[in-house]
């Protein structure tokens, strides 16, 4: 077996899941660790400079993601219409890890133009995690009311 003939049997949706993972939290971990903890991200191993970097970068989807859960099975019990309506997990991936993306990238780059600290960044970014899951709330609450106006994502 050679490399070519291994990519050609990945399908498009095991593509677009892994480049999402490491473009919305993988790339955006390591480029915090590069900013704040520079030595530290020489120094340590490729293991254990992954699992950091996931745990700086997934709680922008992480979160997000469970509150899209929880608010369509609240949604589709209290207004009796079929959680599918309001979308699935593979469609509030995609959306939570573009907005991540968007919003880390957006954020180590005014962290590093204006030189803020770790603190200041670590705040923003935590405000910005919990404006995205109450707009998730918002958002799947209008869609429940009306779901002909929000059609769900083909995504399968």
Known sequence: ?????EVKKID???ATSVTLFFFSI????LLIMFLYKRNLFIELETLKLMLISLALGAPGVILP????????SVCSRM????QALLGNAKEWFYRHSI????NLYLLIFVSYALQLKFLTFA???IVSILFLSIYEIFY????AKNPDKFPPMDVE
């Open 123 to 125: 705040l923003m970014y």
């Open 65 to 72: 993601q469970f509150m899209s859960v929880v608010g369509a």
């Open 26 to 29: 993988l790339a955006p971990g």
């Open 1 to 5: 077996m050679n490399v070519v003939d």
């Open 99 to 102: 907005n991540n993306a968007i």
């Open 12 to 14: 498009i949706d095991t």
């Open 140 to 143: 799947l609450a209008r869609k």
């Open 79 to 82: 207004l009796n219409i079929p």
